[in-house]
């Protein structure tokens, strides 16, 4: 409505609905974004979006600002082309923070008496661990015929050779010393190992360890980063397989993961083919997290997981989405994600904050790769898979090892008296 006192001669103010105001200020992150803005000294020249080659004049001062719109001389209220050169204006001081020279980072004190009694005891706590977790495996039903290896020393066998980094055949006189130990019912011949790393049936019942070795540290984590990696195969294509079949790269496998930024526990994991798309395996990872951990409070990605559904997904489970968005994306979808991205223009230094845990994924990525290789031995599809999934369940049993020692954390399957740390 009208300010019906407004003097003679001077534009009446036009009151603007709550609404109204969050409209412009969505139009003007899109002119911020799409159209061409220059600065004149004190004042900036705007391009219009739908009117050719019409341009504005706007002074952005906080306290009087003004523009040559029409919607401006109609309501004098700020207008979105005002909103727009404001968000211009933020965008252009975060720029030039990033190029200023950053603050040294912050360093963290290492336990060094409990980091070093987790490393010298590993060996001995990986396998009194690993046994454990390969009790909880439900074994078939024997069939008749000659007496097989049960899945669990099955399973003992594979992951203890994948975290050995060795082949089957120079991992075996320390499985051999493990049954001697009593961590097998019998030894185990290096063809089952292979044998049984081919087999589809063992994909759920490692996916399943690995959720079961998180399990530990659900009330400890609760931010997770959520992202994917690859670990090459030793298969090579050959060039009759590149000019006739279409092949055009080497085998490797691609791995999904979700993180606790605390101790890089991987809380789920999931394989589903190369092509499979960042975006679109977050559901399962999330639903598998959440279901498992005691609270999910804030989940961070890249901008390859800045789509709709991820942010209805996260927002679903109570948390709280740290994805940047890219450069195209507006807010006009509504909702989550248009709360999302105007929280995301306008707090970046706060958003910064939060979304730097994001590279804990990328920790527990350099952790696998360097502790237990970032390529597999096997040749078989199935069997590659499996490998990456005892790569990340050899990776949980090392975490738990650290929390054990460092956090005083006690695995519920743990059937052994634990050193404790000094």
Known sequence: MDY?????????????????????????????????????????????????????????????????CVDYETTQE????????????????????????????????????????????????????????CKTIPEPERRLGRPRTSLADAVFAAVFKVYSTRSGRRVI??????????????????NVISSYLEKPELTPILRGLIVE????????????AVDSTGFTGSRFIRWTDVKYRGMKEKAWTKLHVMVGVKTHIVSAAIIEGQNASDAGQLQALLDTT??????????????????????????????????????????????????????????????????????NVETAFMMMKTKFGDSVRSKIEVAMANEVYAKVLAHNIYCLIQSMYELGIAPEFLATTLKKAS
């Not at 006189?173 to 290096?190: D, I, N, R």
């Not at 070795?213 to 997770?224: G, H, I």
């Not at 989550?336 to 904050?353: I, P, Q, T």
Request: charged fraction near 25%.
């Open 173 to 190: 006189s320390q499985l051999t010393e493990a049954f001697e130990q009593g961590y097998l019912e019998k030894p185990v011949h290096f």
């Open 213 to 224: 070795s998180a399990k530990p540290l659900r009330a400890v984590e609760t931010n997770f």
């Open 290 to 359: 959440a279901h498992n951990f005691d609270a999910v409070r804030e989940v961070f990605a890249d901008k390859g997981y800045a789509v709709v559904h991820t942010h209805q997904s996260i927002a679903a489970t109570g948390a709280r989405a740290y994805i940047p968005f890219k450069t195209n994306a507006t807010g006009a979808r509504g909702g989550v994600w248009e709360k999302a991205y105007h929280y995301y223009m306008l707090n970046r230094d706060d958003f910064l904050k939060h979304y730097h845990q994001r590279s």
């Open 78 to 133: 700020p207008c979105k082309h005002i909103y727009g050169v404001r968000a211009f204006m933020q965008r252009e001081q975060d720029v030039r923070a990033l190029a200023s020279p950053k603050p040294p980072k912050p360093t963290y004190r290492q336990n060094w008496p409990a980091y070093n009694a987790a490393q010298t005891n590993e060996t001995y706590e990986f396998r009194s661990l690993l046994y454990d977790l």
């Open 4 to 68: 019906p006192n407004a003097p003679s001669g001077q534009p009446r103010r036009v009151r603007l609905r709550d609404d109204q105001i969050e409209q412009r200020k969505h139009d003007g992150l899109e002119i911020a974004h799409r159209a061409k803005i220059e600065q004149r000294g004190d004042v900036y020249i705007v391009s219009s979006l739908t009117r050719g080659k019409t341009r504005y004049t706007v002074v952005p001062d906080p306290k009087s600002p003004q523009c040559t």
